[in-house]
């Protein structure tokens, strides 16, 4: 197995779906309301964030909030954190 490569402190993974396109989403109980779609705010964040020196690894996935969703990234993840 290759060795876990040195994680920085500006090392972002960011996943999400790309159906996630609804505005204005509240998630209650909380007053919090997502005004943009969360697919818009993560593209605009990971490129900020690259633009900004960071390493990003923006992982679109085609699937729903489940954990067979989470599962079949998982392996994609970790070869990212493990990359020299």
């Known amino acids: 197995m290759a060795p876990l490569r040195q994680i920085r402190e500006q090392d972002r ?3 999400l779906t790309p159906t996630e396109t ?5 998630h209650p109980p909380t007053p919090l309301v997502q005004i943009t779609s969360q697919l818009d705010s993560v593209r605009r964040l990971s490129a900020a964030l690259t633009a900004a020196g960071h ?3 923006l992982n679109e996935y085609h699937g ?3 954990s067979a969703c989470w599962a079949a990234e998982l392996p994609e993840a970790l070869a990212w954190l493990m990359k020299g």
């Open 13 to 15: 993974l960011q996943s």
């Open 22 to 26: 609804t505005p204005n989403v509240s």
């Open 55 to 57: 390493v990003t690894h």
């Open 64 to 66: 729903g909030h489940d």
